[in-house]
């Protein structure tokens, strides 16, 4: 993970849950993975709350 305002909502393991990757993770999470899924967007960098927002933006 690197410093990011931006996460991706992406899976890329087989069988795996959805997982938070920075830009540079999820491009090269990406490259050549059959099991790579694009979840979209979450902007701005998570906190902990106690009403999670999980709107994501395109
Ligand atoms: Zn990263």
């Given at each position: 993970m690197h410093p990011t305002r931006k996460l991706y909502r992406i899976k890329y393991r087989p069988g795996g849950n959805w997982e938070l990757a920075c830009a540079v993770c999820q491009a090269r999470l990406s490259e050549?993975?059959?099991?790579y899924v694009y979840g979209g967007t979450i902007s701005g960098v998570p906190r902990r709350r106690r009403k999670p927002q999980t709107t994501p933006q395109n």
């Amino acid at each position: 993970m690197h410093p990011t305002r931006k996460l991706y909502r992406i899976k890329y393991r087989p069988g795996g849950n959805w997982e938070l990757a920075c830009a540079v993770c999820q491009a090269r999470l990406s490259e050549d993975n059959p099991h790579y899924v694009y979840g979209g967007t979450i902007s701005g960098v998570p906190r902990r709350r106690r009403k999670p927002q999980t709107t994501p933006q395109n």
